[in-house]
């Protein structure tokens, strides 16, 4: 292990220890709360562009595994720990947490305090910072992080998104079988879903669910996800924030009332913003597998969530309905058209990591579609 810093644009620095990659590298600092998951966390293209610290004190117990990714690889810009465990215990892993992250070129930082780190994060709002095994000079780490930008309007979704549709067959996973290909000939819908950034065990849902998932470029536009002809639209999930990205929010209102819409995180955002809305950007983020959420008919749900950015609950009025709020801070979690089948939650109910309260959401969006086609259909 070599000798890192991290440093935030405030100032603040801390030292430790590198693990994985060495470099240089910057990102908006966030912190995930989950106690476990954290390879799911690594692979999960909604941290694109942020330096993910975990609040769980050792990570890397269980190791890495090759099946259970939730996309090609690690997109997230550097991974920060208490205690980083490179003899992993589980009889799944393939490698350590630490050759993972060297292998995919991902810096990772351990022994700092990272009790002090979440503390000021929550006191003084996510920030960008840098994490260095090359320089040493703390004051100009604080000025390179300084100098870059943040999330905040930048199109992150263009790192991420697919550069070609494809076909998704692959199940949910069982212990006794593993992950099942599931055959597309045997689906009882066809659902195209927009890559912002999709986590592939929204996918598997789906496709347990009979639905062939059909994965678009973020720019499809309209007119090609109907020549497609599908039963119902999924907007997934993604990283950073959703105000500038005007092409899908275009495409989103010309698909509205022509197919059933479900969006998650990112997609519940841009939802929002096609119907009119607006959001903006929280203090430090919701990220963890605890968080809680209501529904406005009473029943609370524990769930993963993963995102920087919410609705304005004031700018829905006209035409959504709200449906979930966070019981921590009472931000919008979820909405649905007063009229058209188009609905969304801000939090992940595929829960990869966290629990699995939510899941009865793929359920909705399949009622949803059965509904359309039989209102055509009459």
């Given at each position: 292990m070599k000798k890192a810093i991290l440093a935030l644009a405030d100032g603040t620095v801390f030292h430790g220890k590198s693990f994985g990659a060495t470099g240089e590298v910057t990102g908006e600092v966030v912190f995930n709360t989950s106690m476990s998951g954290y390879q799911e966390i690594l692979t999960d293209p909604s941290y694109c562009g942020e330096i993910v610290t975990m609040t769980y004190p050792q990570i890397g117990n269980t190791g890495i595994n090759a099946e259970d990714v939730e996309s090609g690889k690690p997109h997230l810009s550097a991974f920060v720990v208490r205690e980083a465990w490179d003899m992993p215990s589980n009889w799944r892993s393939e490698m350590s947490l630490g050759s993972y992250l060297e292998q995919n070129n991902i810096i990772g930082l351990c022994d700092i305090d990272t009790r002090?780190?979440?503390?000021?994060?929550?006191?003084?709002?996510?920030?960008?910072?840098?994490?260095?095994?090359?320089?040493?000079?703390?004051?100009?780490?604080?000025?390179?992080?300084?100098?870059?930008?943040?999330?905040?309007?930048?199109?992150?979704?263009?790192?991420?998104?697919?550069?070609?549709?494809?076909?998704?067959?692959?199940?949910?996973?069982?212990?006794?079988?593993?992950?099942?290909?599931?055959?597309?000939?045997?689906?009882?819908?066809?659902?195209?879903?927009?890559?912002?950034g999709i986590k592939r065990n929204i996918l598997r849902h789906l496709a347990s669910l009979g639905c062939h998932v059909t994965v678009v470029p973020a720019t499809t536009t309209a007119q090609q996800v109907l020549a497609l002809n599908p039963d119902g639209v999924f907007l997934s999930n993604g990283p950073g924030d959703p105000e500038p990205l005007h092409y899908a929010q275009e495409n989103i209102r010309k698909l509205l009332g022509k197919k059933p819409i479900f969006g998650i995180c990112l997609g519940h955002q841009l939802l929002a913003l096609a119907l009119g809305g607006k959001t903006y950007k929280l203090k430090f983020g919701h990220r963890g597998g605890n968080q809680p959420v209501r529904?406005?008919?009473?029943?609370?749900?524990?769930?993963?969530?993963?995102?920087?950015?919410?609705?304005?609950?004031?700018?829905?009025?006209?035409?959504?309905?709200?449906?979930?709020?966070?019981?921590?801070?009472?931000?919008?979690?979820?909405?649905?058209?007063?009229?058209?089948?188009?609905?969304?939650?801000?939090?992940?109910?595929?829960?990869?990591?966290?629990?699995?309260?939510?899941?009865?959401?793929?359920?909705?969006?399949?009622?949803?579609?059965?509904?359309?086609?039989?209102?055509?259909?009459?």
């Open positions: 002090a780190l979440v503390r000021h994060i929550r006191t003084h709002g996510a920030q960008v910072g840098i994490i260095s095994t090359l320089d040493a000079d703390t004051q100009s780490l604080v000025e390179k992080a300084r100098k870059t930008p943040g999330l905040k309007g930048q199109d992150t979704v263009q790192k991420v998104t697919c550069s070609e549709p494809y076909h998704w067959t692959e199940g949910v996973w069982n212990l006794e079988t593993g992950y099942e290909k599931t055959n597309p000939e045997q689906a009882r819908f066809r659902v195209v879903a927009y890559d912002f529904q406005l008919s009473g029943r609370v749900e524990i769930t993963s969530q993963n995102h920087g950015f919410a609705v304005a609950a004031d700018s829905m009025e006209d035409s959504a309905l709200l449906t979930h709020i966070n019981l921590n801070d009472n931000t919008v979690e979820g909405l649905e058209h007063k009229s058209l089948p188009a609905f969304s939650v801000q939090y992940h109910p595929e829960a990869s990591p966290g629990p699995h309260d939510a899941r009865y959401l793929f359920a909705r969006f399949i009622e949803l579609m059965e509904n359309f086609r039989a209102s055509q259909q009459g």
